[in-house]
Structures are given as structure tokens and as C-alpha cells.
């Protein structure tokens, strides 16, 4: 299985990334892929989700309205377009495979990438 992230950075307030995220290897059906992530001193919270299927979305209430989470048509390749980027969004963000009802809590993830930095600063 691999779970692969890309696009993360350095970027000032205000501004904007697009982080992408390529899973492989296994054999799911009814699963979602979605974004963690882990500040210094945080625990770590799910960001968004993304129903393979349906395209259902779901979001962290910190960045509703800011991020947007899509897929291709592979059902294997996620992307998240984060605007408005705050210092508080800072952190390492992991793309994950999810399954089951309760999306965005850690108990409904079965895989796991190894994570990317995205750091907001001026």
C-alpha cells in the first residue's frame, strides 16, 4: 500500500497551496481519502474527507469555507485546495484512507501516508 503526499511548503498569510495525494496498492470498496494533521502542541485533528464514491466532502469547521477537497476520476488521486492560508493552519498534513461513519475521527483510518509540512509565516 502506498499513501503519497505532495505539494506542501512555505507560504505567507492570506496566501495559498494545493496539496495532492496518490493511493495505491490496495483493494477497497466504499472507502474515502482524506487530510489530517498534526501542529506542535496540537493534537492531531482530520481536516477534510472525501467519499471515493459519491463525492461527498466533509470538513474541519477551522477550515470550512477555506479548503477544498476533490477527486480525479481514478478514485485514487485527492487533491486539497487550502486559500486563505493562517498561521494556525501550519502543520504537517497526512493523507489518509479512510472507512466507516465517522470520517474525520482517527478511529475510521486504515491507512496512512507519511505527511507533508505546509507552513504559514510571514
Known amino acids: 500500500v502506498q499513501v503519497v503526499e505532495s505539494g506542501g511548503g512555505l507560504v505567507q498569510p492570506g496566501g495559498s497551496l494545493r496539496l495532492s495525494c496518490a493511493a495505491s496498492?490496495?483493494?477497497?470498496?466504499?472507502?474515502?481519502i482524506g487530510w489530517f494533521r498534526k501542529a506542535p502542541g496540537k493534537e492531531r485533528e482530520g481536516v477534510s474527507s472525501?467519499?471515493?464514491?459519491?463525492?461527498?466532502?466533509y470538513y474541519a469547521d477551522s477550515v470550512e469555507g477555506r479548503f477544498t477537497i476533490s477527486r480525479d476520476n481514478s478514485k485514487t488521486r485527492v487533491y486539497m485546495q487550502m486559500n486563505d492560508l493562517k498561521p494556525e493552519d501550519t502543520a504537517v498534513y497526512y493523507c489518509?484512507?479512510?472507512?466507516?461513519?465517522?470520517?474525520?475521527?482517527?478511529?475510521?483510518?486504515?491507512?496512512w501516508g507519511h505527511g507533508t509540512q505546509v507552513t504559514v509565516s510571514s
Open positions: 472525501i467519499n471515493t464514491s459519491d463525492r461527498r466532502t
Open positions: 489518509v484512507v479512510e472507512q466507516g461513519q465517522n470520517l474525520l475521527a482517527e478511529e475510521s483510518i486504515i491507512f
Open positions: 496498492g490496495f483493494t477497497l470498496y466504499h472507502y474515502a
